[in-house]
């Protein structure tokens, strides 16, 4: 297996990063993960743009978007797999031990992961703890992800491949790599950007194509909402069967079966959408 690390492949046995880089130090680093079949990366523009938004709100330099599909480029054919996650890291580079940067400028990562469909619906849990829709990293795909570490890891303690936040006003918000979506009375919602959510690039993708609505809904719309689905890279659209104790039996229902039929037949048209 080969990876990109800053300027060219390397073996994945051979390649280093300074102990001292802030990405690890300090967790002062952003990333991407896209979807790659066959070789070939889903909406890789769309991570890209997301990828400078997320630099930008760190105060980090503009990635070299050129440099960066370089990479995935010679990444994709040095590793070819059926369905891969390619997993863009950037990072502020070897720096201090403490918050202040250093001056030897970002490191690039560029690597790819074999992984397999998801099943078409899945378990959540709900957790106590919040989304702060107000903090220094909302809305940036940072590599600060420890709170979803431990978020998931009480997930699947409890038998779910996904934990589900609220925000610091009692607002549905996200999962730890997911965005959700609930069905009202035959209508798709989920929450808006403002919530504190990640602005998901399948999230986008859907309610471009479903009609989804934007709205601020409470964390408690999960006890009755009729339908709820995730929504993520490679997760795609994926129905939700159980959230905590409550059950959704015959999920996906059919307001989430047209989702997920609408989003494999458009995304399956146009791999750069």
């Given at each position: 297996?080969?990876?990109?690390?800053?300027?060219g492949?390397?073996?994945?046995?051979?390649?280093?990063?300074?102990?001292?880089?802030?990405?690890?130090?300090?967790?002062?680093?952003?990333?991407?993960?896209?979807?790659?079949?066959?070789?070939?990366?889903?909406?890789?523009?769309?991570?890209?743009?997301?990828?400078?938004?997320?630099?930008?709100?760190?105060?980090?330099?503009?990635?070299?978007h050129?440099?960066?599909r370089?990479?995935?480029?010679?990444?994709?054919?040095?590793?070819?797999?059926?369905?891969?996650?390619?997993?863009?890291?950037?990072?502020?580079?070897h720096?201090?031990?403490?918050?202040?940067?250093?001056?030897?400028?970002?490191?690039?990562?560029?690597?790819?992961?074999?992984?397999?469909?998801?099943?078409?619906?899945?378990?959540t849990?709900?957790?106590?703890?919040?989304r702060?829709?107000?903090?220094?990293?909302?809305?940036?795909?940072?590599?600060?992800?420890?709170?979803?570490?431990?978020?998931?890891?009480?997930?699947?303690?409890?038998?779910?491949?996904?934990?589900?936040f609220?925000?610091?006003?009692g607002?549905?918000?996200?999962?730890?790599g997911?965005?959700?979506?609930?069905?009202?009375?035959?209508?798709?919602?989920?929450?808006?950007?403002?919530?504190?959510?990640?602005?998901g690039?399948?999230?986008?993708?859907?309610?471009?194509?479903t009609?989804?609505k934007?709205?601020?809904?409470?964390?408690?719309?999960?006890?009755?909402?009729?339908?709820?689905?995730?929504t993520?890279?490679?997760?795609?659209?994926?129905a939700?069967?159980?959230?905590?104790?409550?059950?959704?039996?015959?999920?996906?229902?059919?307001?989430?079966?047209?989702?997920?039929?609408i989003?494999?037949?458009r995304?399956?048209?146009?791999?750069?959408?």
């Amino acid at each position: 297996m080969k990876l990109w690390l800053d300027s060219g492949l390397q073996d994945i046995e051979a390649a280093r990063v300074s102990v001292f880089d802030h990405g690890l130090t300090v967790g002062d680093g952003i990333f991407e993960t896209v979807k790659a079949a066959d070789g070939k990366p889903f909406a890789l523009t769309r991570h890209l743009d997301r990828l400078t938004r997320s630099a930008r709100g760190l105060g980090l330099p503009d990635p070299d978007h050129d440099e960066v599909r370089r990479a995935c480029a010679a990444v994709l054919e040095a590793n070819p797999m059926p369905l891969g996650r390619l997993r863009i890291t950037y990072t502020g580079g070897h720096g201090p031990l403490g918050s202040d940067r250093g001056e030897h400028g970002p490191t690039l990562v560029v690597a790819l992961g074999e992984t397999s469909r998801r099943p078409d619906s899945t378990a959540t849990v709900t957790v106590p703890w919040t989304r702060n829709e107000r903090g220094a990293l909302t809305g940036l795909k940072t590599t600060s992800y420890a709170e979803n570490v431990v978020a998931l890891a009480r997930a699947r303690q409890h038998g779910a491949s996904e934990a589900l936040f609220g925000n610091t006003v009692g607002q549905l918000c996200e999962g730890t790599g997911s965005n959700v979506f609930v069905v009202l009375d035959g209508e798709i919602h989920t929450p808006p950007l403002a919530s504190g959510c990640l602005a998901g690039i399948t999230r986008a993708l859907t309610v471009e194509w479903t009609g989804a609505k934007e709205t601020d809904l409470p964390l408690d719309v999960l006890e009755r909402a009729d339908e709820v689905f995730l929504t993520s890279t490679l997760r795609d659209v994926q129905a939700v069967h159980r959230i905590d104790d409550r059950l959704l039996p015959g999920a996906p229902g059919p307001v989430t079966a047209k989702a997920m039929r609408i989003f494999a037949e458009r995304s399956g048209d146009d791999q750069d959408p």
